[in-house]
């Protein structure tokens, strides 16, 4: 079975700088896609950023990029000029591409804050 | 995006009573739905995936008989708590998957047993 393994229970950064969220996943299959989920307070989940195995470049969303290592199985977050709406928690979470499954595995979630 | 909603939004119950959350693809027809349960500041547990016109598939550990699973159509599916007990009280979240793959999740609702 897969599993997601976020190390950074909390993290903080001053508004405007840049911090990075850990996430290590364990799996046997070659092709899947991972993914960064933000949770703010009102506890809608938001998509943040997507990232295809097979993809060897690193996603980036304005702000959000991604650090891609397949072979140590590590998707990292950066988020850049971090704003104050950025404080949430933050799930990554891991996907199988093929068969039937699109079932989500998800981390434990780190929670961000983000200070003025 | 794609909108998903879930009514209600909040809910206070009775011990022993039902109660019945909605999960609707607003634009979207969607092949699968997802239901997860979430505990104060921990992560979403997947508790089945229901598609349409078929019976859901429960996560082991998952009660069925506790948390009934209807997939009626391609832009609904309801999730049943049968005779709620306080240890069910949680905020629980469902999630739609379009043609495209792409999940898209519902605002949630939390649930209160008294």
Redesign the interface.
């Known amino acids: 079975a897969q599993t997601v393994t976020q190390s950074q229970p909390e993290m903080s950064v001053q508004e405007a700088e840049t911090v990075t969220l850990s996430c290590t996943y364990d799996t046997s299959e070659s092709d899947y896609y991972l993914f960064w989920y933000k949770q703010p307070p009102?506890?809608?989940?938001?998509?943040v950023i997507r990232q295809e195995a097979y993809k060897q470049q690193n996603a980036t969303e304005n702000r959000f990029s991604v650090n891609f290592q397949k072979a140590a199985k590590s998707f990292s977050l950066k988020i850049s000029d971090s704003q104050l709406g950025d404080a949430a928690m933050y799930?990554c979470a891991y996907r199988n591409s093929g068969g039937s499954n699109?079932?989500?595995t998800?981390?434990?979630?780190t929670?961000l804050t983000v200070n003025p | 995006?794609a909108v998903v909603s879930q009514h209600p939004s909040r809910v206070i119950c009775k011990s022993g009573t039902s109660v019945k959350i909605e999960c609707r693809s607003l634009d979207f027809q969607a092949t699968?739905m997802?239901w997860y349960r979430?505990f104060p500041?921990?992560?979403?547990m997947?508790m089945a995936?229901s598609n349409e016109g078929s019976k859901a598939t429960y996560e082991q550990g998952v009660e069925k008989d506790k948390f009934l699973i209807n997939h009626a159509s391609l832009t609904l599916s309801t999730l049943t708590v049968t005779s709620a007990h306080p240890e069910d009280s949680s905020?629980y979240?469902c999630?739609a998957?379009r043609r495209s793959?792409e999940?898209f999740?519902g605002?949630?609702t939390r649930l209160t047993v008294l």
């Open positions: 009102s506890r809608q989940m938001i998509l799930f699109y079932k989500l998800f981390g434990k979630g929670l | 995006g699968t997802f979430q500041k921990q992560s979403l997947l995936t905020f979240i999630s998957r793959n999940q999740f605002p949630g």
